[in-house]
């Protein structure tokens, strides 16, 4: 198969490691045993995960996409955002891939603009972030909330208790919808099946392939009818409630939340985790964490070995000054980005490593590659980044915001405060003017080292709001890979 050695891509925010894809090259090419990785798809090339790590794909033998057998080259199939599931062989190249998104359905009560959008998919909320969620099959990149409302979408992401954070949001042209959940009381052929956030949702499975027990976990794939309010399926087809299926050794990125629901008492999306015995979880709780450990199918929890901070907690949207890429063949993501805010001073040089630092790439697809070589001089870019122990900035993702004008319509920066005064307030080395009756500050006059977020709505060098950010921004010195 086609393979190019690409070194980045999504996400954040947003997600996983390889216990047994660990390799000096970044590549997956040490594993034993057998294990399955779980998260986000951030690249190609093979398939390059949002924990950075590019799995080799040379030893595919089953992908099942949208619960189609895929013949061919299974990247074709795929794109940047869907979460997914990979079965790792005992080399650590992938021998199978599965991907199903979470919801299939009419979008309605849409709320938001420019990507940053909630909405409900047969009452199930979702939301979509700016830069993050990837949109395909829209007339705009992000759609206009006109166009996504009412709009029939299939939606990938992450399950943060009832929510689903949407990774991945494609415009369907049929009227198909799919849903899962539990089987309610059966009777005859006609069920309430309860969804994730603890709605319902009436099925008719007189047309379906099989009609399932009370208590089963399905998937249901069907048309709606508005005027009795049920889902005539046409498919049910039998799934897991979390992300794995085999015992053994397991990786998942995502959001470590407390869930109530859970036994363990936590959860990483829709698996139930153990963390009593890995302390590197306790203090990650409420942010993206790459978590390692053994998987008890018997119970369906994840013992957690070992959990890795994943947040990017540095953000700008800026103008790019200049770009210098050392190997545009075999490592087109490898390389410098330096940008400012004129007329604001400064300049932010920002790092895209290579393995297992690897930099997300909103828009990579396996057809369509994006890297550094598609960013030019005066392009507006969106970088979310983290601190290495020198102080250095690493990109962890990176969107193309406008190729074709010079500059941006506004500027965007959050980072610790370096300095500040009556007039001024410098963030990474970048120096913004204050102006009394302009600047709006919602929570107060920040100090210095408050993590803060400023806003330059009009490129004019003056802050208009000056946001302090609820967390601190940390140190994400420590090797993804030292595993």
């Given at each position: ?160 208790g009832t929510e689903l954070v949407a990774s991945y949001v494609e415009k369907q ?55 009795t309010a049920t889902l005539i399926a046409i498919r049910i087809e039998f799934e ?43 203090d990650l709780v409420g942010t993206v964490v790459e978590a390692e450990g053994i ?189």
């Amino acid at each position: 198969m086609k393979l190019r050695l690409l070194t980045g891509s999504l996400v954040s925010a947003l997600a996983l490691v390889g216990i047994t894809a660990c390799s000096d090259g970044g590549t997956s090419d040490t594993a034993s045993p057998e294990s399955t990785v779980v998260g986000t798809i951030a690249g190609f090339g093979s398939i390059v995960m949002s924990n950075g790590i590019e799995y080799n794909t040379d030893n595919i033998t089953t992908c099942d996409v949208d619960d189609t057998d895929v013949g061919g080259v299974c990247e074709d199939s795929l794109a940047v955002g869907m979460n997914v599931s990979m079965q790792l062989d005992t080399s650590g190249a992938v021998s199978s891939v599965h991907y199903d998104d979470d919801l299939e359905g009419p979008a309605t009560n849409v709320t938001g603009t420019d990507g940053s959008f909630s909405f409900e998919v047969f009452g199930v909320p979702v939301t979509t972030t700016s830069p993050g969620t990837q949109w395909q099959g829209f007339n705009t990149n992000p759609p206009l909330s006109t166009e996504l409302d009412g709009a029939n979408v299939e939606v990938s992401g992450e399950w943060q208790g009832t929510e689903l954070v949407a990774s991945y949001v494609e415009k369907q042209s049929d009227t198909t919808f799919e849903v899962e959940g539990s089987v309610g009381t059966v009777s005859g052929a006609a069920f309430p099946l309860t969804l994730k956030n603890g709605g319902t949702i009436n099925v008719d499975a007189s047309s379906a392939n099989l009609i399932p027990q009370t208590g089963d976990y399905v998937e249901v794939e069907g048309s709606y009818d508005t005027n009795t309010a049920t889902l005539i399926a046409i498919r049910i087809e039998f799934e897991d409630e979390d992300d794995f299926d085999d015992d053994g050794e397991a990786e998942i990125t995502g959001t470590l939340l407390q869930d109530s629901s859970s036994t363990t008492g936590y959860s990483i999306n829709s698996t139930q985790v153990d963390i009593s015995n890995a302390t590197s979880c306790t203090d990650l709780v409420g942010t993206v964490v790459e978590a390692e450990g053994i998987y008890n199918e018997t119970i369906g929890v994840l013992v957690v070995e070992e959990c890795e901070d994943e947040d990017d907690e540095l953000e700008m949207k800026c103008q790019v000054s200049s770009v210098a890429v050392p190997d545009p063949v075999l490592l087109p993501k490898v390389g410098t980005i330096e940008c400012n805010f004129p007329p604001a001073t400064g300049v932010l040089t920002v790092e895209f490593r290579d393995s297992p630092e690897l930099a997300e790439f909103s828009g990579d697809d396996w057809d369509d590659h994006f890297d550094l070589t598609d960013i030019n001089t005066g392009a507006c870019v969106e970088i979310e980044a983290s601190l290495d122990t020198t102080g250095a900035l690493v990109a962890g993702f990176l969107q193309l915001e406008d190729e074709f004008t010079s500059g941006c319509a506004a500027y965007e920066l959050a980072g610790s405060v370096d300095t500040i005064t009556t007039d001024t307030i410098t963030v990474l080395g970048i120096t913004f003017t204050l102006m009394n009756g302009v600047t709006d500050y919602p929570d107060g006059t920040p100090v210095v080292g408050d993590s803060v977020k400023i806003k330059d709505d009009n490129a004019d060098g003056t802050a208009d709001s000056v946001e302090i950010e609820d967390t601190e921004v940390t140190d994400d010195s420590e090797d993804n890979n030292d595993s």
